[in-house]
C-alpha cells in the first residue's frame, strides 16, 4: 500500500503530513500549566503575607531556604508556559510563512532572556545582597 492511500483526502490535496511535534508541544503546555497552578498560589499568598513590610522582612523571606527555589520553579514553568501559548498564536495567525519562524524565535529568545534576568535577580538576592 503507498503511502498517497494512508493518508486523508484533505491531506492529499493540501499536501500535508503529520508535524509529529503536535502531542508533545501539548502535554508540556498542560504540565507547565499544572505547575504553574501550587506556584501561583504559593507566591500570591507570600505577597499577601509580606504586603506592608519594609524592605530588610523582604529580603529576609527572599533569603529563607524555600523561597528561591519555589521561585526559580516558577519562572521556569511560568516563560517556558509563554513561550508554548505564544508559539501557538504566531502559528496559528501569523499566515505569512516567512514570519512564523523568525516570531517564534524572538519569541523564545524574549522568553529565554527574561526567565535568565529572573533568575539571576532573585540568586544574587538571595544569596549575595
Keep these: 500500500m503507498s503511502p498517497q492511500r494512508t493518508r486523508t483526502p484533505l491531506s492529499r490535496?493540501?499536501?500535508l503530513g503529520s508535524a509529529k511535534e503536535?502531542?508533545?508541544h501539548?502535554?508540556?503546555?498542560?504540565v507547565t500549566a499544572a505547575a504553574l497552578i501550587p506556584l501561583t498560589v504559593w507566591f500570591a499568598a507570600s505577597l499577601?503575607?509580606?504586603t506592608g513590610s519594609d524592605y530588610t522582612t523582604v529580603i529576609a523571606w527572599f533569603k529563607k531556604p524555600l523561597t528561591p527555589i519555589l521561585m526559580v520553579l516558577l519562572l521556569?514553568?511560568?516563560f517556558h508556559?509563554?513561550?508554548?501559548g505564544l508559539q501557538v498564536v504566531v502559528e496559528d495567525y501569523v499566515h505569512a510563512d516567512w514570519a512564523k519562524r523568525p516570531a517564534v524565535v524572538a519569541i523564545r529568545l524574549a522568553c529565554f532572556a527574561l526567565?535568565?534576568?529572573?533568575i539571576y535577580a532573585t540568586l544574587r538576592i538571595a544569596f549575595v545582597d
Design 13 to 15: 490535496v493540501r499536501g
Design 48 to 50: 499577601i503575607a509580606i
Design 22 to 24: 503536535g502531542v508533545e
Design 115 to 118: 526567565s535568565v534576568a529572573g
Design 26 to 30: 501539548w502535554w508540556v503546555q498542560r
Design 76 to 78: 521556569i514553568a511560568l
Design 81 to 84: 508556559h509563554m513561550a508554548l
